[in-house]
């Protein structure tokens, strides 16, 4: 699937329950852009930077998904469950293993995120494997 198209769909989504994060779990890590109305347009241009990273989101096994903040109670239940407020507008970083690896107000420049997840203990292990160690 074309990396772009993949990205903008996951933009898209205004509410994603526990489960459908879940299932990246241990498979992707998720790039969370999340925003309200006075924050759009920064996660906007969040979301062009690191569409001109497609490669590098690809290698990195990176999914990014957009979330409009409503402030509702029911908003986004897994970001609670990560003791995200539930009104944080910014970017954050989860590791395949579902935990906050980054929380940072928007714009984060893509190589920001690279060199953490590049010094992450998994992404090290998946490096050398792919140099065929």
Known sequence: MNVFLFISIFFLINICQAQEFKKFQWKKR???LLFDSNTK??????????ETQS?????????VIGHH????KNDLHYVRSLDIAKNY???????????VK???????P???????????PMRKMEMREKEGY
């Open 69 to 72: 903040n409503t402030g509702k």
């Open 102 to 108: 980054m929380m940072k107000e928007f714009i984060v």
């Open 89 to 99: 507008n910014g970017l954050v970083v989860l590791g395949k293993d579902g935990q």
């Open 41 to 50: 347009a920064q996660a906007t241009k969040q979301l062009k930077l690191l």
């Open 55 to 63: 490669t590098q989101l690809e290698d990195r096994d990176i999914v």
């Open 110 to 120: 893509p190589e920001k995120i690279f060199a953490l997840i590049d010094g992450m």
């Open 30 to 32: 998720i790039v969370l």
